[in-house]
């Protein structure tokens, strides 16, 4: 149950930030471009002699200009930062990360085990030491008061993206070990499946063997 909840949570966190910051990096574009599009337009409005047009356009400028959306860039970066850390603990926990497993294949079981084994624990080796050299960044950030330049945020909060981060991957490498060495089997990410869908698809009466696009092409 805690570990299903953590899963959630992760999942919770990096949807959240990839939906934040794709809004606000589309709500910063509109502005930029509406705003040099409306000067654009005014411009051209009185030059044709056109006051009305100019009027609404000048309108269209202020109402955007009200807008103060220059922390925009600065918080995207770090919402990217955090969705980078937490993204690569769960590329762990799926096994979406690239790896070349050409030698690996070359060796016979038990030593492909072992191999395996060490690759995961030499993982979770070195996310726990950046995650507690990243901890102890944070803690002396913490007592400098270093703010950010538009957000003004405390700059810990920001790094402390990096031993959360971190730390969680590092526990995914040690639960990836542990279900390895238990059933010898590592997660793997089917880049065919659409989280969501039902795998098994309903099947059509009086026709068996026929895979999912043969039934859909019966009906």
């Known amino acids: 149950m805690l570990m299903r909840l953590l899963d959630r949570l992760e999942e919770l966190i990096i949807g959240t930030l990839i939906g934040a910051a794709t809004l606000l990096i589309f709500a910063a574009v509109v502005q930029r471009y509406g705003m040099s599009n409306?000067?654009?337009?005014?411009?051209?409005?009185?030059?044709?002699?056109?006051?009305?047009?100019?009027?609404?356009?000048r309108g269209v400028f202020n109402?955007?200009?009200s807008f103060n959306m220059t922390w925009a860039q600065e918080l995207c970066i770090y919402m990217f930062v955090w969705m980078a850390k937490f993204g690569a603990a769960y590329g762990v926990r799926t096994g979406i990360h690239v790896g070349v497993?050409?030698?690996l294949n070359t060796l016979n079981p038990r030593s492909k085990h072992f191999v395996v084994l060490f690759g995961l624990f030499a993982g979770a080796l070195f996310t726990f030491i950046v995650g507690s050299l990243g901890?102890?960044?944070?803690?002396?950030?913490a007592m400098t008061?270093?703010?950010?330049?538009?957000?003004?945020?405390?700059?810990w909060i920001v790094y402390l993206a990096v031993p959360l981060g971190s730390y969680l991957m590092c526990f995914r490498f040690l639960q990836v070990a542990w279900s390895f060495a238990r059933t010898?089997?590592?997660?793997?990410?089917?880049?065919g499946h659409v989280?969501?869908?039902?795998?098994?698809?309903?099947?059509v009466p009086g026709i068996s063997g026929l895979d999912t696009h043969t039934q859909g092409a019966a009906r």
Do not use: C
């Open 101 to 103: 497993d050409v030698a």
């Open 195 to 203: 989280e969501g869908l039902e795998d098994d698809a309903p099947t």
């Open 184 to 191: 010898g089997e590592l997660p793997h990410h089917d880049h």
């Open 135 to 141: 901890a102890r960044f944070v803690y002396h950030i």
């Open 145 to 155: 008061e270093q703010t950010s330049a538009d957000l003004e945020l405390p700059m």
């Open 63 to 65: 109402f955007l200009n």
């Open 38 to 57: 409306a000067a654009a337009l005014i411009g051209w409005a009185k030059g044709h002699g056109m006051d009305w047009l100019a009027a609404a356009a």
